[in-house]
Every structure is written in C-alpha cells, then in structure tokens.
C-alpha cells in the first residue's frame, strides 16, 4: 500500500507542476494589472513603477513564475495587494465556510441518494425506480443556483423560516449556523444526490447480476441481509469513489451557490479576486482549488485501493 | 446505427426531450416574430407587472416582458452551446485521437496536460477565462470551448486506443495508407458513437455553464436577454415579484433536462451493454 501511494504521489506531481504553470501564466493575462487596479484612474508612472517593483511584477515573466513558485513551496502565497493580508492566511479564513457546505451537500446527498438508488435497483421497473429516475434527471438538470433563488423565494421570504443568507460561525452560534447554511447545503447538493443516486443504482444491478449474489439467494439468505451484505457492500465500492470526485467538484461549484447565499467562502473571494484583478489572491485561490482537487482524487484513489482488494499496490 | 435510431424512436422520454429541444429551436430562430415585445423595450406602466394577459410571464423591474426575454434567450443559450460544444468537440476529438493513435510521448503529453485542465474545477476555470477575455457571447463560447475540451479529448482517445490495432487499421497500415487517412477514414467513423452521446449531454453542461457565467456577472453583454443575467437580476428583485427569477430559471432547467433526456435516450440505443443489467432478487 505505501509503495502504491508513492506511486500515486510521483504520478500527480507532473499534474501538479503544470497547475502552478497555468494558475501563473494564465492570471497573468488578465487585462490590467494589480497595480493600475490599486492606483485607479490617476496616477503617476513614478508611483506605479514604485508599486510594480514592490510586488515584483517588474521582473520578466518567468523570474516571476520562479519566485512565485518558490515562496509557493515554503508555504507562502503572497499578500493581497487589496487588504495587504496573507493570501493563505485570506483563504484558510474562508474554507471553513466552502468545507461546511461542502460537507452538508455531500451529507445530504449521501443521506438521500444511497437509499433511494438501492430501492430503486431493487424495484427495478417498478414505481420506486421511476420517482428515482425522475430525481435523477431533475437533480442533475436543476441549476443548483436556481434551487437556492427558488428556497429563497418560498422558505424566507414567504415562509420567513430561514436566512435569506449570510454566514454565522458553528463556534459562535450552531443554531444560527445550521439554519444560514441548510439552503446553500441542499441547492448544492442536490446535483450530487442526483448523480450518487445513479450510481448507487447502476452499481446495485450490476452487483444484483453476479453470481454470488444468485448463490446466496439459492442459499436462502434473507432478502433484506441478501441486498445489504452481499449486493450494497460491494456496489458502495464505485459509490465511494464517485462521491469522493463529487467533493472535489463542489469546490468549484460551491462559487455560485457561495454568490446567491452571500456566503463569504473560496468561490466568492475568487470572485473577488477577479473583480479587484487581485492577482495574489487570484493565482492563490486558483491554485489552492485545484490542488486540493488533485488531493482529494488522490485520496479517493487509496481509498478505493484500499476497499478494493482487487487493485494491485 | 439504424437500429440504435429505431432504439431511440421507442423511448418515450427521449422523444418529450427532442419535442422540447425542437421547441426551443424555433423559439431561437423564429424569435423576432414569436415574442410578443422587444425584448430591450422598458415600459414604466408595466415595471414588476405580475403574469397576466397582457405580460403571459410578467415584465421585469424596468417593464421590459419576461417572455420575450425568456424566448430570445434560448438563441443565447442555443447558439453559445452549439458553438462551445463545436469548439470542445473539434479540438478534444482532434487532440484525442492524435494521442490515442500514436501514442507514446503524444499521448503522455496530451493526457498530462487534460489531467492539468480537469484539476481546475469548470466554472472556475471558465471564469478566469472569461476575466482573461472579458464578458461577451463569444468569448463565454471560446471559454465553454475550452474547459470541455479534455472531455471529449478522453473519450476519442480512449474509443481510439481500443480500434488502433484492429484488422482494418493494421491492413490500411500495411497498404501504405497515410496516418491521417487512417484516423479520418478508419479511426473517426468507429468512435462517432461515444462523441455523438457526450455532445448531446454537452450541450446541457453548456447551457448551465453559460447561466452560471453569466449569473455571476461574467459571461454575455450586460444588457443581453441571457437567462443567466435574468436570473441574477430576478434574484435582487424577488422580493417584489416571484416571476423575474422563476421563468428564466425554468427555462434553463427544460433546456438542460431534455437535452440530459436525449443523451440518456442516446446512450441506451448506442451501447447495448447497458441494457438488461442485473436480476432483482
């Protein structure tokens, strides 16, 4: 197992170097720069001189990348030329928000999608196979944005039982917490519980198919242990893997959803960024996103190795 | 193939899916004469008019009418899809199966660089594109185009690797005939199968993308009757009217539905492996 985690470390490494190549290369084409950002409309060329060789954007490009990516190493992302904070210390502030509805939407689909999609096998053709189906298709049709304007409209603004949005710390205040994020948590999560559910589905009949599962059936294994020892266990295999790639994706999905709710997460200070054509933050969040996407696939990747024993290490 | 169509003819879902694309498409071509406003007119008497015979979807907060918006729309949505599918289909197709048939060093440059693009989760990387090319149709088109190349590029190699060593393709080989013969007359007509079921799922990721750019203020022209832009200005207002937000949002979901409906449809009808799967205790 740890020789294959090596293995699998040397293999995104290249993935990784090409991520800090394009998270550079490509902020740097933005229009403008943080400087002219920063000045405005009036300014001296001796005071934007000053400002690029203080961020050292006066250097040519690939010193740039070089240094950048050495202080990227070391652990340093940069100051924000807007609020003059560390970048990392900027985005650490800000992924307790995009972890929390991260977790709730794949909690939440988790909840939803495994029991419906096993019924849903099980009952194949049947009336519980159809209203999965149709959640299915919705789940994955539905903009996610939509959902979180359509919960606005109905539980806040008609029903006045939640927040409309913003965020309250799960330290300061649980309740508070639960009831600004169940809207953002459940429009977000609602894709992933769609193409969860389809998967649990099509892992259920494959698994349904196998001979081991027309053994023990021959053997008289009751139906209900038949369908969750033998069948789900290892149709959860595939499932787990998905789910774990969904994550990943909700990082990036989690920008507009973050935009609706006014939630102050890692979508929206990338949004930020853009506006403010804060570079630092920018090449920092950008970098920092699909990193931690590289990782998680990573990490699904031993855990799947791990559930299943038929991967070689 | 004639039976995969026959296939898909007998799927009533597929069938409502095409009916409601065909809708949209003369929605698209036809909307000058469809829609019953300029969809641009402001009007102050009819500003957060609710529904009703006059405005059959409301007018929105400057009285302009939510349905001639809505039906415009679909020519955004329509066109920036069809256009950024191309893109994707064109340059993922042509990059996957040069790397699927030669091989080697291509292939592991190829593949290395999709496994760099599809690090970047899509929206995010269509957005800094977009900061890059800033708003407009055409540039939410190249940056669609862009983040859904490696899509289509996986696939073509994958349906690529599995045909390169066929009979046929050896036998071309073995007469003399040319590699780029051989991908365009050999290769490209056996993996049309596969790319003919992710265009058509495409196509919905697409639509959704160009809402979601453009709902965050980044993707068509300000003023254009996107369904995106339309939902994001609905979403300022709705606490005045329901409606601004609700069609436009519904128009994105029938779009992106049947469009999700057919490439099922398709991929029942084209792989047969995926019928008949699994007996229920």
């Known amino acids: 197992m740890l020789r294959y985690t090596f293995r699998r470390l040397l293999l995104a490494l290249p993935v990784l170097v090409g991520i800090s190549v394009i998270a550079f290369f490509m902020v740097r084409l933005v229009p403008g720069d943080t400087v002219t950002a920063l000045l405005g409309a009036h300014y001296s060329e001796a005071e934007a001189a000053a400002l690029r060789q203080k961020y050292e954007l006066d250097r040519p490009l690939v010193v740039q990348y070089f240094v950048w990516l050495g202080h990227v190493l070391s652990g340093d992302l940069g100051v924000s030329a807007f609020t003059g904070e560390p970048v990392l210390g900027t985005i650490v502030s800000r992924l307790a928000v995009t972890v929390q509805l991260v977790v709730i939407s794949i909690g939440f689909a988790v909840l939803v999608a495994v029991p419906l999609g096993v019924m849903a096998a099980v009952g194949r053709g049947g009336r519980t196979d159809f209203v999965a189906t149709v959640f299915g298709l ?9 959902l979180g304007v359509l919960f606005i409209l109905l539980f806040s603004l008609y029903l006045g039982w939640l927040p409309s949005g913003g965020f309250v710390s799960l330290v300061d205040d649980p309740v508070a917490n639960l009831r600004h994020m169940a809207m953002p948590g459940l429009a977000l999560g609602m894709a992933v519980a769609a193409v969860v559910m389809r998967m649990t589905r099509g892992a259920m009949l494959d698994v349904l198919g196998e001979d081991y599962v027309r053994m023990a059936r021959a053997k008289g294994v009751p139906r209900r242990r038949l369908i969750i020892r033998h069948a789900l266990r290892n149709a959860l295999i595939p499932v787990v893997t998905v789910t774990g790639i969904q994550a990943g994706y909700l990082l990036g999905g989690s920008i507009v959803i973050e935009q609706v709710f006014s939630l102050p997460g890692i979508g929206l200070l990338a949004l930020q960024a853009i506006t403010n054509r804060d570079y630092a933050l920018l090449q920092g969040t950008v970098l920092f996103v699909a990193v931690a996407f590289v990782l998680i696939n990573l990490l699904v990747d031993l855990i799947y190795a791990r559930l299943d024993p038929r991967i070689e290490y | 193939m004639r039976e995969a169509w026959h296939r898909l003819g007998r799927n009533p879902l597929a069938l409502g899916g095409l009916t409601v694309i065909a809708a949209f498409l003369v929605c698209a071509a036809g909307a000058p004469f469809i829609a019953p406003y300029d969809p641009y007119a402001m009007s102050e008497g009819s500003m957060l008019r609710p529904p009703g015979p006059e405005h059959w979807l409301g007018a929105d907060q400057f009285g302009r009418d939510i349905l ?18 191309g893109i994707a289909l064109s340059a993922g197709t042509l ?15 190829v593949s290395r660089l999709f496994e760099v693009v599809f690090a970047f989760p899509d929206i995010l990387l269509a957005l800094v594109i977009m900061a890059i090319l800033g708003p407009s149709t055409t540039n939410v088109m190249i940056a669609i185009g862009i983040v859904y190349t ?29 590699h780029g013969m051989i991908m365009a007359r050999h290769v490209l007509p056996n993996i049309t199968a596969p790319m003919i079921i992710q265009t058509t799922l495409s196509f919905a990721f697409a639509i959704l993308a160009e809402a979601a750019l453009s709902f965050l203020g980044l993707g068509v022209e300000p003023d254009a009757p996107s369904w995106g832009i339309m939902l994001s200005e609905g979403r300022n207002w709705m ?7 609700v069609f436009p949002g519904l128009a994105i979901t029938l779009a992106v539905l049947s469009f999700n409906v057919v490439g099922d449809g398709l991929r029942d009808a084209l792989d047969p492996r995926l019928r008949g799967r699994g007996d229920v205790p």
């Open chain 1, 138 to 146: 919705l789940g994955i049709s539905v903009p996610g944005f939509w």
């Open chain 2, 68 to 85: 001639s918006r809505v039906v415009h729309g679909a020519r955004i949505s329509l066109r920036v899809g069809l256009i950024a599918v």
């Open chain 2, 95 to 109: 990059l996957g199966v040069i790397a699927g048939y030669f091989g080697r060093w291509i292939d592991q440059l």
């Open chain 2, 150 to 178: 490696p899509i289509f590029g996986r696939i073509a190699r994958g349906s690529t690797l599995a045909v390169r060593n066929a009979t046929y393709v050896e036998a071309a080989r073995s007469m003399g005939v040319g």
């Open chain 2, 239 to 245: 606490q005045h009217g329901w409606w601004i937000a």
